[in-house]
Nanobody, 124 residues
């Protein structure tokens, strides 16, 4: 069984930065792609970013491209999401997820394990 625990969320002013972390346990972390998704109140869950098993390939939603950076440290079984130039529209619960494949994807159905989420609130 895989456990994913997110941390690093909080309240930040527009234009600020946050770094989310997701610690994984229970399955060979380095063999699988990881992703970040988010869900705002009243909206569907949406893809944010994904990273391949080695960290060599990344994928971003257009809405965060150039502002967010996904990375991973396989020695620490952790994936990160550095969020810069935050906007009020980025307010959401952010979830990390582990895929059933080695390369990242934006499709939620490709992810088998999910964390509980961490709240990010961006004030204007």
């Amino acid at each position: 069984q895989v456990q994913l625990v997110e941390s690093g969320g909080g309240l930040v002013q527009a234009g600020g930065s946050l770094r989310l972390s997701c610690a994984a346990s229970g399955r060979t972390f380095s063999s699988y792609a990881m992703g970040w998704f988010r869900q705002a109140p009243g909206k569907e869950r949406e893809f944010v970013a994904a990273i391949g098993w080695s960290g060599g390939s990344t994928l971003y939603a257009d809405s965060v491209k150039g502002r967010f950076t996904i990375s991973r440290d396989n020695a620490k079984n952790t994936v990160y999401l550095q969020m810069n130039s935050l906007k009020p529209d980025d307010t959401a619960v952010y979830y990390c997820a582990q895929a059933m494949r080695t390369y990242g994807t934006s499709f939620a159905r490709e992810y088998k394990y999910w964390g509980q989420g961490t709240q990010v609130t961006v004030s204007s």
